[in-house]
């Protein structure tokens, strides 16, 4: 199991709101290696497979809802302790709990549209990663 991977999305309230380049200036000034990267639209049958997990949460047909609405933008990152850095450069889900300099303190206006996605667990980072990129899209 990769311990120096982690994936994350531009969701689209950041698409949308023109924030792509400043996400991704911040990721690899953060010291994140884009290994993977692609500009997309989950249908809503891709957003409720790859949010499973939370099917039986109050938000799970809000979020699947939210996350087909517009382009996203996915990538596979690199760096040491990866998935626990990225969750620290991202913040709390809640913006308004996100610590000040953090992705979602500066990006997101909600706690349902708030910006970026980060994996929980290298496990989860590579089934994530594997459900949007095959092996030859990764360098
Ligand atoms: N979410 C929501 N309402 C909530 C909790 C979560 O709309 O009360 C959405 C939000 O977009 C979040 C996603 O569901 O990013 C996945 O939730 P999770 O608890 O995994 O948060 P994350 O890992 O993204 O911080
Ligand atoms: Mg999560």
Redesign the pocket.
């Known amino acids: 199991m990769d311990t120096n991977k982690t994936f994350t999305m531009i969701?689209p309230d950041a698409v949308a709101a023109g924030h792509i380049g400043a996400i991704l200036d911040k990721i690899t000034k953060s010291g994140f290696k884009i290994v993977a990267l692609k500009y997309t639209m989950l249908s809503s049958q891709k957003a409720g497979q790859f949010?499973e997990v939370?099917k039986d949460?109050?938000?799970y047909k809000?979020?699947v809802s939210?996350m087909s609405s517009g382009p996203i933008v996915a990538a596979i990152l690199e760096k040491d302790n990866a998935v626990e850095d990225f969750?620290k450069l991202?913040g709390?889900?809640?913006p308004a709990k996100a610590e000040p300099g953090t992705i979602r303190n500066l990006f997101a206006k909600s706690?349902?549209?708030?910006a970026v996605?980060?994996s929980?667990s290298d496990e989860n980072a590579a089934i994530e990663g594997s459900f949007f990129f095959s092996a030859f899209e990764k360098f």
């Open positions: 969701k949010y939370h949460r109050p938000f809000d979020l939210f969750r991202i709390a889900t809640d706690i349902d549209a708030n996605h980060g929980d």
